[in-house]
T-cell receptor, first 116, second 110 residues
Framework: KAGVTQTPRYLIKTRGQQVTLSCSPISGHRSVSWYQQTPGQGLQFLFEYFSETQRNKGNFPGRFSGRQFSNSRSEMNVSTLELGDSALYLC???????????????FGQGTRLTVV | GQQLNQSPQSMFIQEGEDVSMNCTSS?????WLWYKQDPGEGPVLLIALYKAGELTSNGRLTAQFGITRKDSFLNISASIPSDVGIYFCAGQLYGNQFYFGTGTSLTVIP
């Protein structure tokens, strides 16, 4: 079955602009998580959506937002871009489910965002 | 958010050598996952562990879920050049939030 698909693969934006990234999870997966990866900071958790609701949130400013659609596809938006937002943005999909459910997370190839 | 302590931070080894890396946490987890990431790509899941004490292999890779549920180990036997990359551990306690290690960068010298 198809893996996690992220679009676009690469983006170049200027400071002050906004950007929207897309993630299509594995078919049947209802949870989508977003991460920011930079060389010095590793994988930083942004937020997780399950059944169109934000279930968990990391420590990022309000300029970072997301949403999930009824088909589980998710988008992430960053407004008023700053140079420090340049990073690889990764999404991961998993089955999701209850608190006692063991799950595995599968990553997309990422979107490389460069802010100039 | 919580981050796991992963060591070593980097490794330079000769082809054919065995590799060991580990991940520790101050909190317990119900699931431990190990990933490998190539430059510019997303992490790829290598091994998933679900039970304390569990030992699981995937080819030349072997991982263990620590008895205390606060640590996990990954071993790679007889390393080859394509093992080069960054290895991440991840722990999950409840819900669907995963906590990631800081990564171990592996370089294999032919």
């Amino acid at each position: 079955k198809a893996g996690v698909t992220q679009t676009p693969r690469y983006l170049i934006k200027t400071r002050g602009q906004q950007v929207t990234l897309s993630c299509s999870p594995i078919s049947g997966h209802r949870s989508v998580s977003w991460y920011q990866q930079t060389p010095g900071q590793g994988l930083q958790f942004l937020f997780e959506y399950f059944s169109e609701t934000q279930r968990n949130k990391g420590n990022f400013p309000g300029r970072f937002s997301g949403r999930q659609f009824s088909n589980s596809r998710s988008e992430m938006n960053v407004s008023t871009l700053e140079l420090g937002d340049s990073a690889l943005y990764l999404c991961a999909s998993s089955l999701g489910g209850g608190a006692l459910m063991n799950t595995e997370a599968f990553f997309g190839q990422g979107t490389r965002l460069t802010v100039v | 958010g919580q981050q796991l302590n992963q060591s070593p931070q980097s490794m330079f080894i000769q082809e054919g050598e065995d590799v060991s890396m580990n991940c520790t946490s101050s909190s317990i987890f119900n699931t431990w996952l190990w990933y490998k990431q190539d430059p510019g790509e997303g992490p790829v899941l290598l091994i998933a562990l679900y039970k304390a004490g569990e030992l699981t292999s995937n080819g030349r890779l072997t991982a263990q879920f620590g008895i205390t549920r606060k640590d996990s180990f990954l071993n790679i036997s007889a390393s080859i050049p394509s093992d080069v990359g960054i290895y991440f551990c991840a722990g999950q306690l409840y819900g669907n939030q995963f906590y990631f290690g800081t990564g171990t960068s592996l370089t294999v010298i032919p």
